[in-house]
Each structure stands twice: as C-alpha cells, then as structure tokens.
C-alpha cells in the first residue's frame, strides 16, 4: 500500500490520490467518518498529506497536525448535521445528546458519535460519588451524612483540621464528609449531571485530574487564607468541573448548539450560587463547638480558579494533545507554584504569625 500511493518514499500522498482511494472505499467508511476525511483532503491547501495521518486515521486515530488541518480550513460538513438524523436507538440519541451539550464543533461532535463504545464507561465520577458519598458515610460512619453539629464532626479522621495539617490525606479526604444533607445533595446532583457526560467525552484521566487538582487547590486555598477554619465536602472538586464547563460554554457560545444552553446555565450557577451561599452564612455563624469555628468557603473559590485555567484548557479541544499546548504549561506551572506555595506556608506561616487555632479534636 505504501509503495502504491507513495512510491518515492516521502512520507505524504498527495491529495488527489487520496480522493481517489476515498472515492474507491468510502462505502466501507462510516459517513461522518468519510465527511472528516473530505474535511482533511478539502483543508489541504499543500496538495499533499502525511501518510502517517492517513494510518492513523484509518486506525481511528487523530493526529494534532490533523486537528490543525482542519481547524485552519474549510471546514465545511456535506451532509446534514448529526442533531438531525432521525431512527437513532435510545443509546445513540444519549451519546449524540453527549456530544451536543460538551463538543462546539461539528466536526468533533461527529467524531466522537462514530468512535464512543463506552468502553470503558465513566467510572471515575461514578466511583466516587457512590463509594466516597454514600458507602462510606452510610455504611462505615452509620449516617449518611454527619452535620456540623453531631458530636463526631470533629473527631472524624477525614475533615481538614488546621491542628491536624501535618496529616497530608486529610487535604483529599475531607470531600468525603458534608455540612449537611443539603450540601450532599447539591453536589452530588452536580457532580453527576455535569461530571458524567464530561467523563465520557474527555475520559477519566482527564477529568480526574481536573477534579482531584480543584479538590487539593481548595484545601489548601483555606490553609493559606482562612487558617483557622476546617473543611469538609467535594465542592472544590465539583466546583472544578462546573465552572470549567461553564467557561467552555461561553467561550464557544456560538459553537454550543445544546438546548436550553442558557437555562442550563442559569440553573447551574443558582445551584452554585445557593450553595456557596450557605457555606459563607454557616462559616460565620455561631459554631456549635466553640472555639472550632464552622467549615470555611475557601474550598469553593479554590475549585473555580482550577476550572477556569487548567480546566477550560483541557475541556477546550476534544481530545487534543495537552503537551502541545502552550496555555497548558503555563497555568500548570502557576497551579504547581501555588502548591509549593501553600506548603511552606503550611510548615512555617502558622509558627510565625502566632495564630490561636482551635484545640484539636
């Protein structure tokens, strides 16, 4: 094959070769397939294409100088677009519903229609909503949630305590206790509604990070800015993921062809809003265990700022390569300053200022 398209060796086909064999096997390809592929042959403005592009689109992969073909030419798509194929399966209309509320261009959307198996199915967000949330806090705690005002909130093993820092898990397994039924239940009905279709479209690899880098950045947020307040509940990393999305949409507004895009969004940021809301009333209000104050709401703000950097960057493309992105580096680079940051502010600021932190548990 690589002697009958490219028989001096050079490593490209030229673009009417490449429409000719097309031409000759697109009946095999998938249609939305095949429309990608005219995509490449039509955004070639060098009449020529790599053949390693061509493998591996043929073994159904992507390339990023693929991506940039396409992203610097025509673009434009020969049949109807994918929201308007009718007799698709309950699973199909799902994945294509999917791919509308997360993907702005056509293109990707159609992508990732052809290539999604759900293999493997969005584990990660699942896993630890059920596991972390409802197993653990029902079944080892014995209640399915420990208000701040039951005699064991403090002495749990999970909670940041600003006495108790120096216990590194603590900056992670805090999100597996809440302040509250309510504060569950607003979180995990965002954590599935926006975290699930997220995963499935990114994977978990990525969505994990985004997640487990809002989780960190809100604990230690709170140890450098509300010091003497302890934590509990996953809104850092929930906060993460939505407030990513939501910047995705308004960035590709015109892109984002989901309904109800706009009430989407209203009711996401209510819900956030709502929420944060409380956090701040009850940081302030009269604590049940004076001189331990109540959960602080620094956990929230820490999650928004990873969502709006290193979240939006890595939502922005489907399924582009991070390394090749220079915005990538940078705001990873300020999220790892800010870490180190945090923990010799952890191991020296609190000696220094001579705080009064509450007794430990």
């Known amino acids: ?30 249609p939305h397939k095949l429309e990608v592929l005219l995509a490449l042959a039509d955004s070639n403005s ?15 992969k992507r390339s990023n100088s693929f991506r940039q073909a396409i992203l610097q030419g025509n673009r434009r798509l020969c049949s109807k677009a994918l ?36 293999c493997p199915p969005p584990w990660f967000m699942i896993t630890i909503t059920i596991v972390a949330f409802f197993l653990y806090n029902g079944v080892v705690l014995d209640r399915f949630v420990l208000q701040v005002s039951h005699p064991l909130y403090l002495k749990n093993a999970l909670l940041y305590h600003p006495q108790l820092r120096a216990q590194a898990w603590r900056y992670l397994t805090y999100i597996f206790m809440h302040a509250g039924i309510e504060h569950l239940g607003l979180n995990v009905v965002l954590q599935l509604l926006v975290g699930v279709p997220l995963e499935m479209v990114h994977g978990a690899a990525r969505i994990s990070f985004v997640y487990v880098a809002g989780v960190v950045a809100g604990s230690l947020a709170v140890s450098v800015a509300d010091m003497t307040a302890p934590v509990v509940g996953s809104s850092g ?123 430990p548990p």
């Open 237 to 359: 990393g929930v906060y993460a993921l939505v407030s990513a999305h939501l910047a995705n949409i308004v960035m590709n507004w015109s892109g984002m062809k989901c309904q109800f895009k706009l009430l989407r969004m209203a009711v996401a940021l209510i819900c956030m809003s709502f929420e944060f809301g409380r956090a701040v009333w009850l940081r302030f209000h009269p604590s049940a265990y004076p001189p331990c104050p109540h959960p602080s709401f620094m956990a929230h703000l820490g999650g928004v700022m990873v969502g709006i950097t290193l979240g939006v960057i890595i939502l922005r493309n489907y399924e582009q390569r991070l390394q090749d992105q220079t915005l990538w580096w940078i705001f990873l680079s300020i999220y790892v300053i800010f870490v180190l940051f945090a923990i010799f502010w952890n191991i020296f600021a609190y000696s220094l200022l001579d705080l009064k932190l509450p007794p």
């Open 1 to 30: 094959l690589l002697s009958q398209f490219d028989p001096d060796n050079t490593g490209y086909i030229s673009t009417e070769k490449f429409r000719s064999l097309l031409q000759r096997h697109g009946s095999e390809l998938d």
């Open 83 to 118: 929201l308007e194929e009718t007799g698709l399966s309950l699973s199909q209309r799902l994945i294509r519903h999917v791919a509308y509320e997360t993907l702005p261009r056509e293109i990707d959307r159609k992508w990732y229609y052809d290539s999604y198996t759900c």
């Open 46 to 60: 060098e009449g020529r294409i790599c053949y390693q592009d061509f493998i591996n689109l043929m073994s159904n």
